[in-house]
């Protein structure tokens, strides 16, 4: 089911992804529930009577594109979809974030309920780990023992070394 799940709802999130959708007023509101709710990447939160008029203004539409969707129901008239958004500026900067959205069955229409994005740093120069989810882990507690914890760049989290002698 998960797999018809997200042949239905990608394209939407397409949707409300593309120009054509946010600059038009009909298809904003047709798309948006009238419960909808959004907290933006800079982690403001947006209703939608002011998120379709911030939209409908929007001057510029770069691409964006989305990557490692998945869709999941959580009721039969309520399913969630995750994905990875690479937006590109007209100079090829990318800017990826992580995103989340709650859509509602209504008789036969997926309609947008919730929507959250999360910016990811950068990825850095010549590639290297990537923190999860672009959130780096905090440092170690310092140890009772008195060993020196330190953070390991393959990936496989803390090494410890003993404190030195003297």
Do not use: C, K
């Not at 009238?34 to 933006?40: A, L």
């Not at 229409?109 to 990811?120: D, E, K, M, P, V």
């Amino acid at each position: 089911m998960n797999g018809d799940l997200a042949q239905i709802l990608l394209p939407l999130e397409h949707a409300h992804l593309t120009p054509g959708t946010r600059s038009s007023r009909a298809a904003l509101e047709a798309l948006l529930h009238e419960s909808f709710t959004e907290i933006g990447a800079s982690g403001r939160h947006y209703t939608r009577a002011e998120i379709i008029p911030l939209l409908l203004a929007e001057q510029s539409h770069p691409p964006r594109q989305i990557s490692d969707f998945h869709a999941r129901s959580i009721t039969d008239t309520v399913a969630l979809t995750t994905y990875t958004l690479t937006r590109t500026d007209p100079d090829g900067t990318q800017h990826h974030s992580r995103r989340s959205s709650l859509w509602l069955l209504e008789h036969t229409t997926w309609r947008l309920a919730f929507h959250q994005g999360t910016n990811l740093p950068p990825s850095p120069a010549g590639g290297g780990r990537r923190e999860r989810a672009g959130v780096r882990a905090p440092d170690p507690p310092p140890s009772p023992t008195g060993e020196v914890a330190s953070r390991s760049d393959d990936g496989g989290g803390y090494s410890s070394t003993p404190p030195p002698n003297g």
